[in-house]
């Protein structure tokens, strides 16, 4: 048996070999003639010459075998639909609005901006853009007009496919009407608007653009469409980055290189196989919804599971329950979304079967281990934490059972997924940083695996400019986020680069201080940032929302509650790290996707506007922050 070390080894000692055995896990139309073309660095192309297509390795290669599977199952609380759709039945729906987008004028290489909630006709939707090879652009259906119009702007899609309406712990959004309003303020309006009626909410309807779904499915009912053969690296999406940092960027996909790494993270990190059942908690909008609601499940012959709704709608039990009615073997979620559990009763967790679940994955922030260690002990099954980013569309650091059972640590994502050349480099000289324990910026030595970012779409320049140094002699590729590697080759990622506070002379994570926090007993979840300080440089400043706000509900009981927090730290870190202050809120700022707004919080401290707000989910707690200090 190989061990996991040398499996990895041999993926960046040997890529052509390593890939090209991985290559046998997809169907390929074509043979590619070459492996890697890195010859115009750091543009990486792979499967040079080789034809695929995304829906026949999702769909079409699976109808012999498991036609009659469930492919996928759809579960809305917030309309109270349930549907399950076989491989055929998936089929049968996707070349449907596949002759529906071609009768509407999309072509090979248009772009098909999808904007709509978690509904099934959503993901019919994207395997039919993959198969007759336009490219589609899922922007995720919490954002508002401007977000929206801006993303219609970069993409300029033919064809735009909503819905009139979704709907949030039972209140109606109205897409539609966010939706007209993008598409004024639009500089590149799209000719065709195809519209899902869910009857959630009125839709004025703009006679010659705009489509009904029923209507024109109706026409399209026997409608078989052939699947565009794409070369390899033709895009299959653009996916825009959830804008924590700033600007969102647009990342584009290719399409053979994508399919073959998420085959392969599905059988060595995920330990998923085809008629398992898998349950990703994600949105559509996101790449995590991309990458595991989507195409790997489908991709590897799994059935998947798309949720509509809130974690606590019902119930904190909701998704258990999914669980266990539907036998799922995997699920996939975030920190962020534990930690609303965790506000909720922990009976709830034990309130289902849960036996035919093995594993649940996290990602998408740092995962501490006060939350994993919760939900773990709760649910009683192994939590794995995985590192990675839009950029990649699939895990770089995980736990990869699959190959080797490779234990755990907590506070740790794992090592390097196969082909990640993963390094950290000192952020002041640039020099790689080779003995364990140091901290630096993560970064990946080029070429990047099959299945990351190819570019960013339409504009090559920023992507070599944003993502890329050539220091010290190769091309390096950094994630901008910081960390440091244990004597085992475990990272720990210690917070983004842009959240390090320099506290007299001492550079800190903010992810430190808030890990030290979060051990207090009564601490649901709590954000650190840096704040300008005439004495010090600057001193952290920590925003907590409690378990149970009744704990310091007077000024009396607040000081003594914020006292013992910053002993807490003191007794982890040290007196250096101890915050100036620690305020209590009932909300933070976050993203659509669940990521903490550190910048705007930052910003706000300091007196300053809070800056790009357009992807932010609930105002309301700027307005908090604001008044927490101000107290
Ligand atoms: P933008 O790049 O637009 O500012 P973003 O970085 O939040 O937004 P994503 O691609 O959704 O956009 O998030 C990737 C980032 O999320 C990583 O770079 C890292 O900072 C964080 N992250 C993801 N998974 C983990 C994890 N397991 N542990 C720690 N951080 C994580
Ligand atoms: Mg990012």
Redesign the pocket.
């Known amino acids: 048996m190989t061990t996991y070390k040398e499996y990895h080894a041999r993926s960046l000692r040997d890529p052509t070999g390593f890939w090209a055995d991985q290559a046998r896990l997809i169907d390929w139309h074509q043979p590619f003639s070459q492996v890697l073309d890195y010859s115009t660095p750091p543009f990486a192309k792979w499967f040079v010459g080789g034809t695929t297509n995304l829906a026949h390795n999702a769909i079409d290669r699976h109808l012999a075998t498991r036609g009659d599977q469930p492919a996928l199952i759809y579960v809305s609380t917030e309309t109270g639909e349930e549907k399950t759709y076989t491989f055929r039945q998936l089929y049968r729906e996707v070349n449907r609005v596949a002759g529906m987008l071609k009768g509407l004028g999309v072509t090979r290489g248009n772009r098909v901006l999808i904007y709509m909630p978690m509904i099934a006709e959503a993901t019919f939707a994207m395997l039919a853009c993959a198969r007759i090879g336009a490219i589609h652009s899922v922007v995720f259906g919490g954002f508002a007009a401007v977000s929206l119009a801006t993303r219609i702007d970069d993409a300029q899609p033919t064809v735009i496919v909503s819905a009139d309406a979704g709907s949030r712990a039972g209140k109606p959004v109205p897409y539609k009407l966010l939706l007209d309003e993008a598409i004024e303020l639009a500089k590149f309006p799209p000719s065709k608007v195809l519209l899902v009626d869910r009857k959630l909410a009125e839709m004025k309807r703009v006679p010659g653009r705009d489509v009904d779904y029923a209507t024109l499915r109706a026409q399209h009912m026997n409608d078989e469409v052939p699947c565009e053969w794409l070369e390899s690296s033709e895009p299959s999406y653009i996916l825009y980055?959830?804008?924590?940092?700033?600007t969102?960027?647009g990342v584009q996909r290719d399409t053979g290189g994508y399919a073959v790494a998420l085959a392969a993270s599905m059988r060595d990190i995920f330990c998923c196989e085809a008629g398992d059942t898998f349950f990703s908690t994600s949105d559509i909008g996101?790449?995590v919804g991309h990458s595991y609601i989507v195409y790997a499940p489908l991709i590897v012959g799994a059935t998947t599971v798309m949720y509509e709704g809130v974690p606590v709608r019902p119930d904190g039990g909701i998704w258990w329950s999914i669980v266990e009615k539907y036998k799922v073997n995997v699920m996939f979620s975030s920190p962020t979304a534990i930690r609303v559990l965790k506000k909720h009763d922990p009976a709830l967790l034990r309130k289902y079967d849960l036996a035919s679940l093995r594993l649940l994955f996290l990602?998408?922030?740092?995962?501490d281990e006060p939350t994993a260690r919760w939900i773990s002990d709760g649910i009683g099954k192994p939590v794995i934490?995985?590192?990675?980013?839009?950029?990649t569309g699939w895990p770089i650091l995980g736990i990869s059972r699959g190959i080797q059972a490779l234990p755990s640590k907590f506070g740790s994502?794992g090592v390097p997924a196969a082909g990640y050349s993963v390094k950290i480099f000192d952020e002041a000289t640039g020099a790689e940083l080779t003995q364990p324990h140091r901290k630096g910026v993560v970064a990946i030595e080029g070429p990047l695996p099959p299945g990351c970012m190819t570019t960013v779409w339409g504009d090559d320049d920023r992507y070599v400019r944003t993502y890329w140094t050539s220091v010290p002699s190769k091309h390096v590729y950094s994630?901008?986020?910081w960390g440091i590697r244990d004597e085992d080759g475990y990272f720990f990622?210690l917070g983004?680069t842009d959240d390090v506070i320099n506290v007299a002379g001492h550079r800190l994570g903010t992810r430190e201080i808030e890990e030290s926090l979060s051990s207090h007993p009564n601490v649901a979840e709590v954000a650190v940032v840096g704040v300008a300080d005439a004495l010090k440089g600057q001193v952290a400043m920590a925003f907590a929302i409690l378990k149970d706000a009744t704990k310091a509900d007077t000024l009396e009981k607040k000081l003594a509650h914020e006292g013992e927090m910053m002993k807490v730290v003191d007794s982890q870190l040290g007196a250096v790290a101890r915050p100036a202050r620690v305020h209590f809120v009932s909300v933070l700022p976050k993203?659509r996707?669940g990521?903490l707004l550190r910048r705007s919080i930052q910003a706000l401290a300091e007196g300053r506007e809070p800056g790009d707000l357009t992807t932010i989910e609930d105002p309301s707690a700027l307005q908090q922050i604001k008044d927490a200090i101000h107290a």
């Open positions: 980055t959830s804008g924590t940092t700033g969102p960027k996101w790449v990602a998408g922030e740092p995962l934490d995985n590192y990675w980013q839009t950029e994502p994630t901008f986020d990622i983004r993203t996707s990521k």
